[in-house]
């Protein structure tokens, strides 16, 4: 766990979403807190953790999320020596 993320402020980020109890909810929520990019942004890396998991090649989840391979690579890597986020969120949709 990055510890340098780890603040009083991200704690109460996160007890916020958390507190989220419907998907309109979170666009009304995530509308507010960030730009339409950055939430872009965001849902591209979380499709391309999913399409890495499903072996897709990096060609392929270029021309079909419009990523770059180093933004590929960085979720590549997150999935391979991060702190399984994506594993347990992938683990709890799919059990939905």
């Known amino acids: 766990m990055n510890k340098k993320i780890r603040t009083e402020a991200v704690d109460h980020l996160f007890d916020a979403v958390l507190c989220l109890k419907t998907k309109e909810e979170c666009y009304t929520f995530f509308e507010d807190l960030c730009t339409v990019n950055?939430?872009?942004s965001l849902s591209q890396r979380f499709e391309v953790a999913s399409m890495l998991k499903n072996h897709k090649?990096?060609?392929e989840i270029a021309e079909q999320t419009g990523a770059s391979t180093a933004t590929i690579s960085r979720v590549n890597r997150s999935l391979n020596y991060g702190n399984d986020g994506?594993?347990?969120?992938f683990k709890r949709?799919?059990?939905e």
């Open 38 to 40: 950055e939430i872009l």
């Open 57 to 59: 090649t990096y060609l």
């Open 86 to 89: 994506y594993e347990m969120v």
């Open 93 to 95: 949709m799919n059990a």
